[in-house]
């Protein structure tokens, strides 16, 4: 008596892979998508100054110590505001903001880290995420003007000033 085999089932179709880089969730994909990107890295950006800063201004070692200390307590309070501005933006345009710290640091792909407990490191390794921050708000009040979003235009421009004045006021210091 021969055995019969079954025929041979076709494969399952598999669901695709997990994207590396977050995308922001809406009810409904509209122009907006991009706008709510780029302040979903805006937002994922301001929670990494808003770490380091507070971290620099723990371990910061310097003869203008008091005047550093004070400073990033301004610094670390200020982008913990910029933070929620920005992901309330996000919110306000339909879309979600990532769920966790593993989200938030998948956007935020060009922070330096600061590798040093030399006070002047940290400060250029600071200073120079500023700048960089500075910039991607440049970019985001031209998306937002794109997308007629006057409301986001205003607040990443204000975000450009706040930053490169930061960026200015260390290079100040560190002089």
Known sequence: MQSVQAPPQPAQPQPPAPKSEPTPKAKNEDSN???AS???KMASNAMQLQIQSHLIHLNYEGENFLAMHKFLKK???AHQEEFDVLSEYVRSLDFMMPMCQKGLLGACKTMKMVDSYDGKSQLLTYLRNLEEYGFQAKGLVRMAAKSEAPDIENYAAELV????KSAWM???SLR
Not at 161 to 164: E, K, V
């Open 75 to 77: 610094q670390y309070k």
């Open 38 to 40: 780029g302040l979903i």
């Open 33 to 35: 998508s991009k706008l």
């Open 161 to 164: 000033g706040d930053s490169f």
């Open 170 to 172: 260390i290079k100040a």
